[in-house]
Every structure is written in structure tokens, then in C-alpha cells.
């Protein structure tokens, strides 16, 4: 179980009004934005559950918005982040999808487009106290939180990944919390995720890619 | 040092012969890597925060992004300035206070979620309000956020926080559990005392559902902030007096976790039933639009 600090009690201090749909909103944005490359220029949120009843009261979708243009939760500006967008030339819409209920009650699908077209959907559920987690990448089901620096390797399923990826980590010293693979079937596209105590050393990523199964990485510091 | 139990935690307070924000300092400071220095600079920004949104609305109120609160804040406190309040000083300041953040925080202001932003005036209305009426120092006023948080942490950990999961008991009861147990400490008791503050406030708010009409943190949450703050009041002043309780805390928490998920959707934060679904709640949300 993850670190629950004092401050993840009191706090996150956050622009209201509600923690779930608001903070936690942002928070979720937040990391999605960091599992692609910048600029994103499209991004279309699907709704589920509680988001989807109540999203437009709570300022979910300013929240969520007001994220994916790395506003931390505290930040004023997620109150106009619409108009903010639309300065910036990011395109938005949003789905309320009220015939899915067997997700968590706060759950969002965020499907980003950046400039050089690459697409990629990221599912995040909002879990109380602004307390957030990932549960979906693309269409591969993966768990973690964003609250350690975390590495995401994309990978081809097959022999051998694992293995240099823990040899490029041991190499850089690299104290691993949980490592934990996730795949959709056999030999296709998996994901290994890896939560470390201390921040990632600068370029990791390059002998990460070294690999002809591995097709991307991402790294991401809380 | 970490505990994953009330049943921990006060087995750690009388090993270390210390109060439970003691405790829950040093748990900060050990497994967040950090310092005692940095972890109160921290939390004396979190005190800050929490005055501001507390007091700013006597001065200058605001109406709520849905329209449906705003001004209650300044009410009450004009009520009190005419000498016509019933409830006494510490309460009657305590409920004000609570008001003023919920107020804030519907307005989309700068509040601390504690443990929720739809319950953030329980934990600041009674600690400032005791403050004011027993001169407090702020320091004073930091351990006792640390004594609330350490009861927070456990509800987090071992139930829910979440109004979506676990209803309004799971928000303002357990800021109220929180503020018992910080004030009983802040007031000489003793850490057994303060959780079974917390317990009896568990026990009092149990099954209390999550309502919000037009599905905005406005109308009833702000009403249940004082609410909250009156509940924190009475379980403290019946651990201080001595009172004992049956449960303890764990248990309630488990109470308070297994009654959160039977109950049912339309009454956690969907704004189907309860207060969200009375006519008037409906016109209002009309209005509000």
C-alpha cells in the first residue's frame, strides 16, 4: 500500500468546490498529460458515473481541462480554463457516457492528440481526498498513482523485456518500490510499470529504449 | 514509525509516552523522508489557508457558483455581534467559521480539503474557534492538525473518505471524528480519550447519506459543516468528562465502511435522492440552471 501522508489528509490545498470531482480531476489530467508529447492540441473526455450525473456543478470539466495544461490543483486559473484552452488552441469536448456502470463512480476516459498526431487514451478514477489512480492505458488495464516517480515501458510481449529493463535500472541505481507488467493478450502490446522511492536519473529513458521489443517510454516524477 | 490501526497508534503513543500528533509527526517525517522543520512549515501553511478561508467570508461574503449558498458565514457572526446567539462562544464561532469555508469553497476559492473539500470547515471551524476563545498558540494549533490527520489517515486507509463511495459519514463524519479526537488532545486529554471522541462521532453521523441538490458541494453540505462541528463538540466533551465508549474506533470504522457501500447510489453524490430529490431542491436547481 502506498505512502497515505498527513498532507494527503489535509490537503491537497485545492481550488473547490469538492475533492473527487474537482482536485482529484485535475489530479488525474494532470498525470495523463505526462504519458505524451507536448503540445496537446485535442482532447476528448468521456464521463462515467458520478462524473457523468454531476461533472458540469462540480467543475470536473474545468478541472480536467484546467489538467491537461498542468494546472496543479491549487492553481486560480482552473476556474477559466475554458477560455484558456481555446487561447492555446486545445480542442475539447465533452462525453458523459451514463450506460457504463460497473466502473468506479469517478471514473474519466481522457483521449489526447498532440501535433505530431500521436493519440493516446489514459482511464483515470478519482478516489476520494484527491486521491487518485490509473487504471487503463490505451486498452491495456495497468494500476498505479503517480505519486512515486514511475517509469512506463511499451513493450512487445516477449522474452527477455523484463530483464533488460531491470538491468538498466539496477545499472542506474534505480531503488524499485513495485514493478508489476500488465498486457492485454499474448505477444501483444504490454505495459511494465515501475514505481521508484527516489526521482529517476536524467536520461534513463535512452538505454530503456535500447531495446528492439521496447516501443516507448515514459517517465513520470510526481 | 507507522501504524496501520487505532489499536496501533495507541499502543505507540504509550510506548513513546507521547500524544498521538507526536506520533503521527514522526511517521511524517520517517517515511515521507523529510524533516520536522519542513513537515511544520508545511503544515503551518495548511493552518494559514484555513484561516483565511474561514474568516474572509465575515468580511467580505460571496455568493456560491450554483447560486444556492452564500452570506451564512456573515449571518451568523452579525447574529452573534447583536448578543443574540443561543449556542455559546465556542460553538456559535465554530459554526461560523465552518460555514465560511464551505462557503469559499463553493465560490471555487482556495481551501484545504480536510479530508474533503466538501467537508473542509469541521477541522478549521473548531480548532480556530478554540483558538480565539482559550488564546492558543499557532503552534498548538499545528500538532492538533496532526492529531486530526493521523485519525483521517486511518479512515482513509482502512474505510473511505469518498461521498461517491461511502455517503456524507464518510465526509463530515469523519472530519468531525478528525476534529474530536484534535480537540480533545488540544484540551489535555489523553490519546485513548481522543479516539473514543472520534468513535462517538463515527457512532453519531453513521449512515448519513450524500445528498447535494443539483449535485453541486453547496446545499445541504454547508449545513452539515456545522453540523459536523457541533458532533465533534459533543463526542469531545464526553471523552474529556471521562465517558468511555463500548466501540472503538477501528470497529467503527469498519461499521462506517460496510453501511457506506450498502448504501444505495441515488444517495451517494449523485444527486438523485435525499435533499437533491425534495421539490424544492428541484426548483431551486431550475433556477440555478
Known sequence: ?222 | MDFKSASELLALCRQEQCPISEVMCRRECELGETTREAVNRRMTRVLEIMRDSATVPLEHPSKSTGGLIGGEARQLHDHAAAGRAICGEVLQLAMTYAMGVSEVNASMGLIVAAPTAGSAGVVPGLLLALQDCYQLSGGRLVDALFNAGAVGYLAMRNATVAGAVGGCQAEVGVAAAMAASATVELMGGTPEQCLDAASTVLMNMLGLVCDPVGGLVEYPCQNRNAAGVANALIAAELALAGVRQLIPFDEMLAALYAVGRRIPIELRETALGGCAAAPSACAACGRCG
Request: charged share 20%; proline share 5%; aromatic share 6%.
Open chain 1, 1 to 222: 500500500m502506498p505512502f497515505i501522508s498527513v498532507f494527503d489528509v489535509l490537503g491537497p490545498n485545492m481550488i473547490g468546490p469538492s475533492s473527487s470531482h474537482t482536485a482529484g480531476a485535475a489530479a488525474i489530467a494532470l498525470l495523463a498529460r505526462k504519458m505524451i508529447a507536448p503540445p496537446i492540441v485535442k482532447a476528448e473526455f468521456t464521463l462515467y458515473g458520478s462524473f457523468a450525473k454531476t461533472y458540469q456543478g462540480h467543475g470536473t470539466d474545468r478541472a480536467l481541462l484546467g489538467g491537461l495544461m498542468g494546472f496543479e490543483t491549487d492553481d486560480t486559473r482552473i476556474r477559466n480554463s475554458f477560455s484558456l484552452a481555446r487561447e492555446q488552441g486545445l480542442a475539447f469536448q465533452f462525453t458523459p457516457c451514463t450506460t457504463e456502470t460497473e466502473l468506479h463512480p469517478n471514473t474519466v476516459d481522457i483521449r489526447m492528440e498532440n501535433a505530431a498526431g500521436q493519440v493516446m487514451t489514459v482511464r483515470g478514477e478519482s478516489l476520494g481526498g484527491g486521491k487518485v489512480r490509473i487504471t487503463r492505458i490505451n486498452s491495456v488495464e495497468v494500476d498505479f498513482t503517480g505519486q512515486y516517480s514511475t517509469v512506463i515501458v511499451v513493450q512487445q510481449d516477449k522474452p527477455g523485456v523484463v530483464a533488460h529493463i531491470t538491468k538498466v535500472l539496477s545499472d542506474s541505481g534505480v531503488n524499485i518500490a513495485f514493478m508489476r507488467l500488465f498486457r492485454e493478450a499474448k505477444g501483444h502490446t504490454a505495459y511494465t510499470i515501475v514505481e521508484s522511492d527516489g526521482r529517476l536519473p536524467q536520461g534513463i529513458d535512452a538505454p530503456l529504449r535500447d531495446n528492439p521489443n521496447v516501443q516507448d517510454v515514459m517517465l513520470l516524477e510526481p
